[in-house]
């Protein structure tokens, strides 16, 4: 049985602060902490056959508390760009009410809100989706045709794309998805990768 389990990183100093965060190279908070071991916690008793999270350390230190907590310290992990959080390009940085103030509240509301409008020098979810999708089918999905059970741990916008993708959501659905920090989406994948099924633990 073929089982993917997605994590978003846990909480960020720039989750907590309300700043568009991107590709910043943030670290995680001593809640974002708590939060990635309860998610090993949640997680133990799988067995996992690899892992891959993006370049970035809230995810990378996520990963390794989730490995801690399930006690697969040993696991093979691979770290990709193409697992990175959206790309928030002029807004990085800048806090929900500094950003409304310099674009105005309608403009930042089309940018976080629609699928394929991109703030400048940014990325749309769509553009995220480009990136994370192919190296998913390239390089994840082939291991859970084989009947490995993979664990990601990423971003909100990345494993947006992902469960865009598994879940057959339109592009109106997926703009309604949050993934909160921390909390294990784990699917059981058959060989034709269709899902068998669905639970996100610890909700």
Do not use: C
């Not at 999708?133 to 859970?144: G, M, S, T």
């Not at 865009?164 to 909390?183: A, C, W």
Request: charged share 25%; net charge neutral.
């Amino acid at each position: 049985m073929a089982l993917l389990a997605l994590v978003r990183h846990g909480e960020s100093q720039w989750n907590l602060e309300n700043r568009f965060t991107g590709w910043e190279d943030v670290p995680l908070t001593e809640t974002g902490r708590r939060e990635a071991t309860r998610a090993g916690e949640l997680l133990r008793g799988m067995r996992f056959d690899a892992a891959y999270s993006s370049v970035l350390q809230r995810a990378i230190v996520t990963l390794d508390l989730v490995m801690e907590a399930t006690g697969q310290t040993d696991l093979p992990v691979t770290k990709d760009q193409a697992l990175n959080e959206r790309h928030y390009g002029d807004l990085q940085g800048l806090n929900k009410a500094e950003t409304a103030a310099k674009f105005g509240a309608d403009q930042v509301h089309i940018w976080r809100r629609s699928y394929d409008v991109p703030p400048p020098g940014g990325e749309s979810l769509k553009d995220t989706a480009a990136r994370t999708l192919p190296y998913f089918e390239r390089v994840i999905a082939p291991r859970l045709v084989a009947g490995e059970s993979i664990l990601v741990v990423a971003h909100g916008n990345s494993l947006r794309s992902i469960v865009m993708h598994l879940d057959k959501l339109s592009r109106e659905q997926v703009l309604e998805l949050n993934i909160p920090t921390g909390v294990p989406i784990v699917y059981d994948i058959a060989p034709d990768l269709t899902v068998r099924s669905k639970r996100i633990l610890g909700q």
